[in-house]
């Protein structure tokens, strides 16, 4: 116990550490605890959030199933650029370089801002718009709007978070990426009832409220990761070089994130089609999916916490000219996450109406998550490795072998395969369900191969 005790006082300080030189599952231990801690935050958010909105209507739970359908599309951009920094931070401080790895911060910082205003001006206006190709009836578009163009329109601050967060876990600071995370999702969880249901002398604003809770939690950790690299010592700082762009740099950061961001976007793309698929059922369907993806979400988002980890050592020992190393880490987390999602999909089977109660008494929709959530956690064992063994491939600066599997296992699977059993054989949302369960066991089968192949080793970034 002792030495458990131990481990986790050790992960949770912020006391730099070399983990090319740690032994490995120690490295595992104190890069993964505070990586899944943060995503299980962010896990509880997006659950807390939605049990709020389902107290609102009907139409609101859809509203922000469509929007978050179409902002995790934009949210790629920032998802893709932020696993660039990884990769490049990671690298430096794996080649004992802290100033090339600061210098890496500072240019992703300025991409950043750059990609977080445009994209936020164009979700602000054409909001309505979004809705109604989604697939929206005109009462929910009516209804939802103001959530919409909230949401979408602070794309900035959602962006900077993801990105500066990538920052800290190449530098091997998970403590600080949690911290960060853990206050923007606090402060998210408590003023989501306030602003949605009003509290004294503030109004109820409904669905409106819970986007207002989003930018204002999420805003407040922006500006804590901020404070940490500019006023506090640490790997990567902060100077006044962030005011230039370095176009050598800069180059090579958004030649690294095409390959993430096109990755992110064919996945999230596929998620858009398998909607508007859904939106064809009606509300009720798309209400119950929406739930049933939010419990999803609850493990799958630690999940990618173990997957960050990977993506951290494979990038840090491959800069210290150690591949061996960086290959059996990757081996290892998969290990770990398949134990975890193998005891989870065990759970959510079978306690899946329960589960969906909680959320809502609606027999309709409660019917229509339990049928999806079903269906997707039979695949959980092989969502494992796959979601591990794509961000090891990250890691390394190899994004074009996640990307060409990515379009491979959702554009030519996944998408043709729901459209056929839903729309031609009509299974209805059935289809859709063993379509995700498909591709993504696919994914996994690909991801074994390539990675054993090994020549993810030898990406000089």
């Given amino acids: 116990m002792n030495k458990y005790l131990k481990i986790l006082k050790e992960?949770?300080?912020?006391?730099?550490?070399?983990?090319?030189?740690?032994?490995?599952?120690?490295?595992?231990?104190?890069?993964?605890?505070?990586?899944?801690?943060?995503?299980?935050?962010?896990?509880?958010?997006?659950?807390?959030?939605?049990?709020?909105?389902?107290?609102?209507?009907?139409?609101?739970?859809a509203t922000v199933g469509l929007t978050e359908s179409v902002a995790m599309l934009i949210y790629s951009i920032s998802i893709g650029i932020s696993l660039a920094a990884t990769a490049l931070v990671a690298r430096r401080v794996g080649e004992k370089n802290k100033e090339g790895a600061s210098r890496v911060a500072e240019q992703v910082i300025l991409l950043g801002i750059t990609c977080g205003c445009i994209i936020g001006a164009?979700?602000?206006?054409?909001?309505?718009?979004?809705?109604?190709?989604?697939?929206?009836?005109?009462?929910?578009?009516?209804?939802?709007?103001?959530?919409?163009?909230?949401?979408?329109?602070?794309?900035?601050?959602?962006?900077?978070?993801?990105?500066?967060?990538?920052?800290?876990?190449?530098?091997?600071?998970?403590?600080?990426a949690m911290q960060s995370l853990w206050l923007a999702n606090i402060l998210n969880i408590i003023l989501d009832p306030i602003?949605?249901?009003?509290?004294?002398?503030?109004?109820?604003m409904g669905l409106e409220g819970a986007a207002i809770a989003t930018m204002i939690g999420r805003g407040t950790g922006v500006i804590f990761q901020l404070y940490l690299l500019i006023g506090k010592s640490g790997v990567i700082?902060?100077?006044?070089?962030?005011?230039?762009?370095?176009?050598?740099?800069?180059?090579?950061?958004?030649?690294?994130?095409?390959?993430?961001?096109?990755q992110y976007i064919i996945a999230t793309a596929s998620w858009i089609f398998l909607v508007r698929i859904l939106a064809e059922y009606g509300e009720d369907v798309v209400a119950g999916y929406t739930i049933a993806i939010r419990i999803l979400i609850f493990t799958i988002l630690p999940s990618w916490g173990?997957?960050?980890?990977?993506?951290?050592?494979?990038?840090?020992?491959?800069?210290?000219?150690?591949?061996?190393?960086?290959?059996?880490?990757?081996?290892?987390?998969?290990?770990?996450?398949?134990?975890?999602?193998?005891?989870?999909?065990?759970?959510?089977?079978?306690?899946?109406?329960?589960?969906?109660?909680?959320?809502?008494?609606?027999?309709?929709?409660?019917?229509?998550?339990?049928?999806?959530?079903?269906?997707?956690?039979?695949?959980?064992?092989?969502?494992?490795?796959?979601?591990?063994?794509?961000?090891?491939?990250?890691?390394?600066?190899?994004?074009?072998?996640?990307t060409i599997m990515n379009l491979i296992c959702f554009w030519l699977v996944e998408i043709p395969l729901a459209?056929?059993?839903?729309?031609?054989?009509?299974?209805?949302?059935?289809?859709?369900?063993?379509?995700?369960?498909?591709?993504?066991?696919?994914?996994?089968?690909?991801?074994?191969?390539?990675?054993k192949k090994g020549n993810w080793k030898l990406k000089k970034i």
């Fill in 11 to 61: 992960a949770f300080s912020s006391e730099e550490k070399d983990f090319t030189k740690l032994r490995l599952t120690k490295a595992i231990s104190l890069l993964a605890i505070p990586m899944i801690l943060e995503m299980l935050m962010e896990a509880l958010f997006a659950v807390v959030d939605v049990f709020f909105v389902a107290r609102v209507s009907t139409n609101a739970v």
């Fill in 122 to 176: 164009v979700g602000f206006i054409f909001a309505g718009e979004i809705l109604a190709i989604m697939g929206g009836s005109p009462e929910l578009i009516s209804e939802g709007i103001g959530y919409t163009r909230i949401l979408l329109g602070s794309n900035l601050v959602i962006v900077l978070l993801f990105l500066l967060n990538g920052i800290f876990r190449g530098a091997g600071n998970a403590f600080l």
């Fill in 195 to 204: 602003l949605i249901f009003g509290f004294g002398p503030i109004p109820a």
């Fill in 237 to 262: 700082k902060i100077t006044k070089q962030i005011y230039s762009w370095n176009i050598q740099l800069m180059k090579k950061i958004i030649l690294l994130s095409s390959g993430t961001i096109a």
């Fill in 306 to 402: 173990l997957a960050n980890a990977a993506a951290t050592l494979v990038g840090q020992n491959l800069g210290a000219e150690l591949p061996e190393r960086a290959e059996q880490a990757g081996w290892d987390i998969s290990k770990y996450n398949m134990y975890f999602l193998l005891t989870v999909s065990i759970i959510y089977f079978t306690f899946a109406p329960n589960l969906m109660r909680f959320f809502t008494n609606d027999l309709a929709i409660i019917s229509a998550g339990v049928h999806c959530l079903r269906i997707i956690s039979v695949g959980y064992v092989f969502f494992s490795y796959g979601m591990v063994l794509t961000q090891a491939f990250n890691g390394a600066g190899d994004t074009r072998t996640p």
């Fill in 419 to 451: 459209y056929t059993l839903a729309l031609v054989f009509d299974w209805g949302p059935t289809g859709v369900y063993i379509a995700i369960f498909t591709s993504e066991t696919s994914l996994a089968i690909l991801s074994i191969y390539l990675f």
